[in-house]
């Protein structure tokens, strides 16, 4: 092939080849990995041998339906088939349980105005549960905070909560700082971000230090 | 999406089950084989991975009609299906579920010397997949064009059935919404190799 030839063959190769998108630029994650001081490092997700993920949930009020939309919204911030979560019935076949932290708040349509701070969630952290213990399963609760609030605001909270705590038992163990992330300490938008998405695509490409059990 | 599989399956059998109704200058293949198809996406999220479809089987039929002394008009539909993979750079492989693909092409067959016959085709190539998750969770994407190229050899003793075997090759280019939403600034292009056994009816010789 004469000169030109390869130099012309060389840019209609380039050409067809995309540039992979910048993931690790400052900014476009946040931390995921629980520390112990001074340099162990707790990064946990679900291995592939272990998916798919699944979750019980309380079958009293809206419950059913939150973890739904938690377990949908995770499914769908992977590209690559690094996440597969599910809803089970039966408590017993679960990997994660969600349920209400005391009487469930009453189901109605979610408020549709600004974030309101109405409700609580916790998860028990699997870098601790599989780690230092031998228990199997993780616990996810949630529930209305007391004080002036509509059941409505109530309700979207408990939506973005369910999603965020949801977050926590697919290995997201850290808050981020961005008010614009699911995953901040007091979630205050309705899905994950892009940097919410980028950070578990991370995750989920990382080399984990805690497992789940077999 | 089943529906949609047996209703082309439905089609291409009609096309290839019907040799009585044939006029005589129309001539119709089927041809069964393998599929490789190269790299549909290159990422790297921590380490290097590829998305590929598995090797697959494909069923193309074709139907064509002389032109000239020489030369013969053809349209052909090919259809194939398989897993679709991540294979990442420690070796483990991902199933990503199924992806089908249904491709539509015209172009002119020669024949040539020896028993060998060569064709062109271009058309267009529609992904179609199982479901609607990871890549392909805002759908496929426009119907890509589709450039092909195939070589067929039909020895004399097969003639009578329009028995050979063929060679094609295509190319097109792959990307979908998902994968913009993502930050991929251009599709990739795709290569995709098929050898295949066919079967022909109808034209008199089918070679």
Same mark, same amino acid.
């Given at each position: 092939?004469?000169? %030109?030839?390869?130099?012309?063959?060389?840019?209609?190769?380039?050409?067809?080849?995309?540039?992979? /998108?910048?993931?690790?630029?400052?900014?476009?994650?946040?931390?995921?990995?629980?520390?112990?001081? %001074?340099? =162990?490092?707790?990064?946990?997700?679900? %291995?592939? =041998?272990?998916?798919?993920?699944?979750?019980?949930?309380?079958?009293?009020?809206?419950? $059913?339906?939150?973890?739904? =939309?938690?377990?949908? &919204?995770?499914?769908?911030?992977?590209?690559?088939?690094?996440?597969?979560?599910?809803?089970?019935?039966?408590?017993?076949?679960? +990997?994660?349980?969600?349920?209400?932290?005391? &009487?469930?708040?009453?189901?109605?349509? $979610?408020?549709?105005?600004?974030?309101?701070?109405?409700?609580?969630?916790?998860? &028990?952290? %699997?870098?601790?549960?599989?780690?230092?213990?031998?228990?199997?399963?993780?616990?996810?609760?949630?529930?209305?905070?007391?004080?002036?609030?509509? +059941?409505?605001?109530?309700?979207?909270?408990?939506?973005?909560?369910?999603?965020?705590?949801?977050?926590?038992?697919?290995?997201?163990?850290?808050?981020?700082?961005?008010?614009?992330?699911?995953?901040?300490?007091?979630?205050?938008?309705?899905? /994950?971000?892009? &940097?919410?998405?980028?950070?578990?695509?991370?995750?989920?490409?990382?080399? /984990?230090?805690?497992?789940?059990?077999? | 999406?089943?529906?949609?599989?047996?209703?082309?399956?439905?089609?291409?059998?009609?096309?290839?089950?019907?040799?009585? !109704?044939?006029?005589?200058?129309?001539?119709?293949?089927?041809?069964?084989?393998?599929?490789?198809?190269? #790299?549909?996406? @290159?990422?790297?999220?921590?380490?290097?991975? *590829?998305?590929?479809?598995?090797?697959?089987?494909?069923?193309?039929?074709?139907?064509?009609?002389?032109?000239?002394?020489?030369?013969?008009?053809?349209?052909?539909? *090919?259809?194939?299906?398989?897993?679709?993979?991540?294979? *990442?750079?420690?070796?483990?492989?991902?199933?990503?579920?199924?992806?089908? #693909?249904? !491709?539509? #092409?015209?172009?002119?067959?020669?024949?040539?010397?020896?028993?060998?016959?060569?064709?062109?085709?271009?058309?267009?190539?529609?992904?179609?997949?199982?479901?609607? #998750?990871?890549?392909?969770?805002?759908?496929?994407?426009?119907?890509?064009?589709?450039?092909?190229?195939?070589?067929?050899?039909?020895?004399?003793?097969?003639?009578?059935?329009?028995?050979?075997?063929?060679?094609?090759? *295509?190319?097109?280019?792959?990307?979908?919404?998902?994968?913009?939403?993502?930050?991929?600034?251009?599709?990739?292009?795709? @290569?995709?190799?098929?050898?295949?056994?066919?079967?022909?009816?109808?034209?008199?010789?089918?070679?």
């Amino acid at each position: 092939m004469t000169r %030109p030839g390869l130099a012309l063959a060389c840019v209609v190769a380039a050409a067809c080849e995309p540039t992979v /998108p910048v993931r690790d630029c400052t900014g476009c994650t946040y931390d995921f990995a629980d520390t112990i001081p %001074p340099d =162990t490092s707790l990064v946990f997700h679900w %291995p592939a =041998t272990r998916l798919p993920v699944r979750y019980y949930a309380d079958p009293r009020a809206a419950m $059913p339906a939150l973890v739904a =939309t938690g377990v949908a &919204t995770w499914n769908a911030q992977f590209l690559y088939g690094e996440l597969r979560a599910v809803q089970v019935a039966d408590s017993n076949a679960a +990997d994660v349980i969600v349920q209400w932290e005391a &009487t469930p708040p009453p189901d109605v349509p $979610p408020d549709t105005g600004a974030a309101v701070d109405a409700c609580a969630g916790s998860t &028990t952290n %699997p870098s601790v549960v599989f780690r230092d213990s031998s228990a199997r399963v993780l616990h996810v609760t949630l529930g209305a905070k007391g004080g002036a609030f509509s +059941d409505a605001q109530v309700a979207a909270c408990l939506r973005r909560v369910a999603i965020h705590e949801l977050g926590h038992s697919l290995g997201l163990l850290k808050h981020s700082p961005s008010r614009f992330d699911i995953m901040n300490a007091v979630p205050t938008v309705s899905f /994950p971000s892009v &940097t919410d998405r980028r950070t578990v695509e991370l995750l989920y490409h990382t080399l /984990p230090t805690v497992l789940p059990p077999p | 999406m089943r529906a949609r599989y047996w209703r082309l399956a439905g089609i291409a059998g009609g096309l290839a089950c019907a040799p009585a !109704a044939l006029p005589a200058q129309l001539l119709v293949r089927a041809a069964l084989g393998a599929r490789y198809t190269s #790299t549909l996406v @290159h990422d790297s999220i921590v380490t290097p991975f *590829d998305v590929r479809p598995a090797l697959a089987p494909a069923l193309a039929v074709t139907a064509a009609t002389p032109v000239g002394e020489r030369w013969m008009a053809q349209a052909t539909l *090919d259809f194939s299906t398989s897993a679709l993979e991540r294979h *990442d750079a420690a070796g483990t492989t991902t199933s990503l579920g199924r992806v089908s #693909t249904l !491709a539509f #092409t015209v172009g002119l067959r020669r024949g040539l010397p020896a028993g060998f016959a060569a064709a062109v085709g271009v058309g267009g190539l529609k992904y179609l997949p199982a479901d609607a #998750t990871g890549i392909f969770r805002q759908g496929s994407g426009a119907i890509a064009g589709l450039g092909q190229v195939t070589v067929e050899y039909a020895p004399v003793a097969g003639a009578r059935y329009g028995l050979g075997v063929q060679a094609r090759y *295509d190319a097109h280019r792959f990307v979908t919404p998902a994968l913009q939403s993502e930050g991929f600034d251009s599709a990739r292009l795709v @290569h995709r190799v098929t050898l295949a056994v066919r079967a022909g009816w109808g034209g008199g010789a089918a070679r």
